[in-house]
């Protein structure tokens, strides 16, 4: 499947609308469900779906060109961080949730409307920040942005939200 990597600087196809997806959209199947839009996952996602008939089903939408791999440029993946940040949810992501939030920017950036789909309440919580659509798979989904205050998971310390450490108990905060 890595062959089919993309870069995140090519002109994409005639849809106006690009579907980012996240793991919980591969695991629901909607790569095999949804027909006539463009879809993308970041090659992170790709490394989250490790059941092998989501794996499947995504190796043969790839195969068939109904899904994209797209690495997003950093710029945008720093810029997710920072969003994420802004709400208190940065510890909460992973780097496949920051990559699927860096997506949506950069198609967002393009002028494209981005539509993401994820069961994610942490990366709902950013993109509505964000002003970016997204649509629940199986969950109800978030009502409005929250606001979270940062404390360290180890001590209870409160947080800026851009330490790499704990200054109290010197917990290593590294969101990778």
Do not use: H
């Not at 490394?47 to 899904?67: H, K, Q, Y």
């Not at 797209?70 to 992501?93: D, H, R």
């Not at 509505?128 to 180890?154: A, D, E, F, T």
């Amino acid at each position: 499947m890595r062959g089919s990597d993309t870069q995140g600087s090519e002109v994409w196809g005639e849809t106006s609308i690009v579907y980012v997806l996240d793991a919980s959209a591969v695991f629901a199947g909607i790569e095999s469900a949804v027909y006539g839009v463009e879809m993308v996952v970041p090659p992170s996602v790709v490394d989250e779906v490790l059941d092998p008939v989501s794996s499947a089903r995504l190796s043969t939408a790839v195969a068939l060109g109904r899904v994209k791999i797209v690495k997003p440029p950093q710029e945008l993946l720093n810029q997710a961080v920072e969003s994420a940040k802004s709400v208190g949810e940065v510890y909460k992501l992973s780097r496949a949730d920051l990559e699927v939030i860096a997506l949506a920017l950069m198609f967002r950036r393009s002028g494209r409307e981005v539509v993401v789909l994820t069961d994610d309440y942490s990366v709902q919580n950013v993109l509505k920040k964000l002003g970016i659509k997204w649509r629940s798979v199986k969950s109800r989904g978030i009502g409005r942005v929250l606001v979270r205050k940062l404390r360290c998971p180890n001590c209870g310390a409160k947080l800026r939200g851009d330490e790499k450490v704990c200054p109290v108990c010197g917990r290593d905060l590294s969101t990778s």
